[in-house]
């Protein structure tokens, strides 16, 4: 009986998740780096290819556009595992992203009338390969933290993902050259596709077969955590303090770049990024012993109690005697040959009383009048598929919110570029800003998760709710932020209210991304949160893009063109975005009225108690 049970072949092999977080967490950084910085190079990228405004918007659409095919990438997750799928993203990425610039640069002499074209299908590559990258970096989230670690480890991720094309610019104007494109930006973020995404997964992450066959331990604690939201404020400081330093620096002639490039601080951000999520591997983990806990019914009688405390005190004393003395594991295991008649009994005895129990409240709940509980009719609503769910009020209605939200995050990442020159900023105030949205809408996702999570408790019968606070409130406040930031934006006329309303709309960006994935898992299940998600995920981005950046923007942009200036191509003046910025304003305050009609929609979800944690 020793044998079988010290045989290797018939034990579970025990996996820990650490190595699959540290990869996570390196990758997740790559696809938001890659995706919201347009901005950063768009417009050399318009003036190298002699491009209008129209044919720019065309390009940068197309990429937020491949949204509509984002579950085609959770897919590839699914059937192939995320060691697969995530390797793959970080290559085509990689590969993508070089051709992008090749193109670009235009190294290889192409037809103009097919750069649109060449441009645009390179851009939906390269988003589905940032799709690749972060559906497998929730996937291995999900399937590796349990509760307790996975909202941390969720929040930190999406922190990584906003604050990429922040850390992305100040790295990429650290090293680099006087007077070298920005079109330049890209062979950067190949690396780091290889670097942080292909790399990591071929070398952390377990195979598809080996995770089938392991059993992943969850033992990440508060301090891997406190160290990750460490290092994420840390690089946002950074972030900040270049950005801050650029805007500066923007208005003394003097600094043109003649110093060159700054290799130490592209070292410094590069060791905060990823110092801290590679001393993962080495911190302090959780003991397995950690992992037991002891927990009794409270409808369950004193006997019960007695069993289950029998039962277990007999397995701790087992377990202590072999932690004491390795070399006594054969005896205790003769032991337990001896009392295993003993023990099963004991917890036989205990399953059929807690059998028993089940039947007895079962019966109880099914005598019981169901016109008493409203909850019970709103049943059905749980656990929705893809269709099921869009039939929804409450889906349309968040679909609306959230298209008007990320939508007017990415004119701003799209139109960076033209909106500082419009304006007559220098070409520094680009990079900078962009960093700025990009800390903001980081700090915008991390905050919202938490102090959502708080809330659901906070005492307050506000909100059609019993207790605390839904999360489709939040929803109201980044409505809110919008509209303030967008009125800003369309009476700037200098660098501070403009900077200031950038950093409003990052927040307002950043923050309707953890509420995408909290609201669709609390509302309509978790059993087809993946598909659902996914679905919100990319036909807001592709949506609102289109509607805003594209024919909003980008209509505004080219009616305002003087006609007779000698460049047809570029606007000048305030008025090139300030209707854009008003139409985005008016846009969020409608989404103000949608999410209020969505707490009263969802109002019997968050009046469960299942959503209150202990305080």
């Not at 500066?248 to 003649?258: D, L, Y």
């Not at 020159?421 to 990079?431: M, R, Y």
Request: charged residues 15%; hydrophobic residues 45%.
């Amino acid at each position: 009986m020793t044998g079988l049970l010290t045989d290797n072949n018939m034990q579970p092999k025990h996996r820990s998740n650490i190595p699959s977080l540290v990869c996570a967490f390196m990758a997740s950084l790559t696809t938001g780096g890659t995706t919201y910085a347009f901005g950063l190079y768009g417009d050399a990228l318009k003036k190298s290819l002699h491009f209008s405004q129209g044919q720019l918007d065309t390009i940068s659409t197309a990429f937020f556009f491949a949204g509509l095919l984002s579950w085609i990438p959770g897919l590839c997750a699914d059937r192939f595992g995320t060691r697969f799928s995530l390797s793959l993203g970080g290559v085509t990425g990689a590969c993508a992203t070089t051709t992008y610039w090749v193109v670009s640069r235009q190294f290889v002499a192409l037809p103009h009338s097919w750069l649109v074209s060449i441009l645009s299908v390179l851009g939906v590559t390269i988003f589905l390969s940032c799709a690749l990258v972060t559906g497998s970096v929730f996937k291995i989230i999900v399937a590796s933290c349990g509760p307790g670690t996975k909202g941390s480890a969720v929040g930190i991720a999406k922190g990584y993902v906003g604050l990429g094309s922040g850390a992305y610019a100040c790295l990429f104007e650290s090293i680099r050259s006087r007077g070298e494109s920005t079109l330049d930006f890209l062979p950067m973020a190949a690396f780091f596709f290889l670097a942080c995404a292909t790399l990591p997964a071929l070398m952390l992450l377990p195979t598809k077969e080996q995770v089938a066959c392991d059993t992943i331990q969850d033992e990440a604690t508060p301090l891997h955590f406190r160290t990750l939201f460490l290092s994420l404020i840390a690089l946002g400081v950074l972030v900040v303090g270049s950005s801050i330093s650029e805007l500066f620096h923007g208005n003394v002639e003097s600094a043109n770049k003649s110093e060159g490039p700054h290799y130490a601080t592209a070292f410094l951000i590069v060791t905060i990024w990823l110092g801290p999520i590679l001393s993962l591997l080495y911190l302090p983990r959780r003991r397995p012993e950690d992992h037991e806990v002891l927990a009794l019914e409270d409808n369950d009688d004193e006997e019960t109690r007695e069993l289950k405390v029998g039962a277990d005190d007999f397995d701790e004393s087992e377990r202590s005697q072999t932690r004491e003395d390795p070399l006594s594991h054969s005896s205790s295991m003769a032991e337990l040959g001896e009392n295993s008649s003993s023990s099963n009994e004991l917890k036989a005895n205990c399953d059929d009383k807690k059998a028993t129990d089940d039947e007895e409240d079962r019966n109880l709940l099914n005598s019981e009048e169901v016109v008493d509980h409203p909850e019970a009719d709103e049943q059905e609503e749980e656990n929705l598929n893809l269709v099921q769910m869009l039939q929804t009020p409450s889906a349309l209605l968040m679909l609306w919110t959230t298209t008007i939200l990320v939508g007017a995050g990415t004119v701003e990442t799209n139109n960076m570029g033209q909106m500082v020159e419009s304006l007559g900023f220098t070409d520094t105030v680009t990079p900078a800003t962009l960093a700025l949205f990009s800390v903001a809408q980081a700090a915008g996702r991390v905050m919202t998760g938490a102090v959502s999570e708080a809330a659901l408790n906070w005492n307050t019968r506000s909100c059609f709710i019993d207790i605390g606070v839904p999360r489709p409130f939040f929803l109201v406040v980044a409505s809110l932020v919008g509209f303030v930031a967008h009125i800003t934006l369309a009476l700037s006329t200098n660098q501070i209210p403009f900077v200031f309303g950038t950093a409003l709309s990052g927040a307002a960006f950043g923050m309707s991304w953890p509420l995408m994935v909290l609201i669709v898992g609390e509302i309509f299940g978790t059993a087809h949160v993946g598909a659902n998600y996914m679905f919100y995920d990319g036909f807001t981005s592709a949506v609102g893009t289109l509607l805003l950046s594209k024919i909003v923007a980008g209509d505004v942009y080219e009616d305002h063109i003087d006609a007779h200036a000698e460049d047809k191509f570029t606007c000048y003046g305030s008025a090139c975005f300030r209707e854009t910025h008003m139409i985005v304003a008016v846009l969020s305050l409608t989404c103000v009225g949608t999410s209020l009609t969505m707490l009263y929609t969802s109002r019997h979800v968050y009046n469960k108690s299942s959503l209150h944690t202990a305080a």
